[in-house]
């Protein structure tokens, strides 16, 4: 284990000091959130809950004779707890150029319309933003967002437990989400990618935070993008070089420049993807089984709505390309939502009853699922890819170094085997899609 996230804790403790003397808020606990002093890798973000002695004054975050900042709001009165989020640049797979907490700050601004839009109230699950810090001048400090502290235990530690009347409610309300989420109004000239603010606070595009460039005027491009991403992170581990030593890199990088997803669906819909839609993300109120707010849209960016199921909802039974770690459904779930045939009720294990429901009330709602989308076969080719161009296993330093160097051949060896096999069969589905 390693102390690669303690080690500036005092320095990020200095900081939020000089935020809440800023913004004259009389602290009395500041509590780091989900944090371990002694980690594997690092953080992607440092969260801290403020808990004050007295409510802030009204003009402590905004001056109340000037315009509010856009995205922001100022906190009803008398609150006395608040959520700081400071971005970790050393977080692994991360766009060190783009603006993640502008990403973020947008992302959940739209967020909250679009839920709000599509059920009054529902909104609400959104975090309010008070004030945000994209670019700090002292230096080492990191960009931070404070913002409204949300009641309610994570999803995923109380949802294994309950009876299916109650997970089935459960599942409506992440249908309701999702379904808000399709209906955030754009601004004129977003395209694919991240999300920034400009000089005046309107939403503009910008480059993503989980992949280098951008913005791109197609999701074909993103997708192209992602995997180019992928390589050049491959080229720091020196398990895997880049995959250079055995003329791999060549055909990889050819393949990449030959992408294309022929015959996508509505290729040119472009809606708010939360990037990380999983059950840790989603709170609920034990006492009433109702949500209680979405959070962490660190990932968040502009794709076609079929790019949820590629990259969230692991746990939700809506990944087309199954749960993390091993499938009880042995990947029959996964057919499934390609398909949108779910008459086999002999599969084994919850996942696959969640996926079901889940998909029937998106049904319901009219919400476009992968079975309604013709190139899902390119697209679930082109994730598997990018999942093994830059595999975690061969690009962490912590798993790395702890292998002997005759494990480490062996894991290359068979990554490298696993990374062409799924080449050919990306280039084949392209093939017969065109």
Not at 211 to 219: A, H, K
Request: glycine share 8%.
């Amino acid at each position: 284990m390693s102390d690669i996230n303690h080690r500036n804790y005092h320095t990020r403790l200095e900081q939020i000091q000089r935020i809440t003397k800023q913004y004259n808020l009389q602290v009395s606990t500041i509590t780091p959130v989900a944090y371990q002093e002694l980690g594997p890798c690092p953080y992607n973000n440092f969260i801290y809950k403020l808990e004050l002695s007295e409510p802030a004054s009204n003009s402590s975050f905004h001056n109340p004779n000037e315009p509010l900042t856009p995205c922001t709001t100022s906190p009803p009165d008398r609150t006395l707890t608040y959520i700081l989020r400071m971005s970790n640049p050393l977080a692994m797979g991360i766009n060190p150029h783009a603006s993640r907490i502008e990403n973020e700050v947008a992302a959940m601004s739209l967020a909250r319309q679009g839920l709000e839009s599509y059920r009054p109230g529902l909104g609400n699950l959104i975090p309010k933003i008070y004030t945000f810090c994209s670019r700090p001048s002292h230096p080492d400090d990191l960009p931070w967002v404070l913002m409204e502290c949300k009641s309610g235990v994570p999803l995923d530690e109380f949802f294994p437990s309950q009876s299916k009347t109650i997970k089935k409610s459960i599942i409506e309300q992440v249908a309701d989400i999702l379904s808000g989420l399709r209906s955030c109004p754009l601004p004129p000239g977003i395209t694919y990618g991240g999300l920034g603010l400009s000089s005046d606070g309107s939403v503009i595009s910008a480059e993503m935070t989980t992949t280098n460039g951008g913005p791109w005027p197609t999701y074909e491009m993103l997708l192209k993008a992602r995997l180019q991403h992928e390589l050049h992170d491959s080229d720091a581990s020196p398990a895997i070089n880049g995959w250079r030593d055995s003329g791999v890199r060549e055909r990889l990088e050819s393949l990449i420049n030959r992408f294309t997803v022929p015959n996508l669906s509505d290729s040119d819909t472009r809606v708010l993807i939360h990037g990380d839609l999983t059950m840790n993300n989603i709170l609920i109120d034990p006492s009433t089984c109702k949500l209680t707010a979405l959070i962490d849209f660190d990932f968040a960016c502009i794709a076609h709505p079929v790019h949820e199921f590629l990259v969230s909802l692991q746990d939700l039974g809506g990944n087309v390309m199954g749960p993390y770690g091993e499938d009880p459904t042995e990947g029959k779930l996964s057919q499934a939502l390609l398909s949108g045939d779910f008459g086999d009720d002999d599969v084994p294990g919850d996942l696959w009853w969640v996926g079901k429901t889940l998909n029937a009330c998106l049904v319901k709602r009219g919400v476009l699922r992968p079975s309604d989308v013709d190139g899902m076969k390119v697209l679930c080719e082109w994730r598997a890819l990018e999942l093994l161009v830059c595999p975690f296993h061969l690009a962490a330093e912590f798993i790395v170094k702890r292998m002997s160097e005759e494990a480490r051949e062996g894991a290359k060896r068979g990554g490298e085997g696993e990374l062409v096999a799924k080449m050919g069969d990306l280039e084949e589905v392209m093939r017969g899609s065109c």
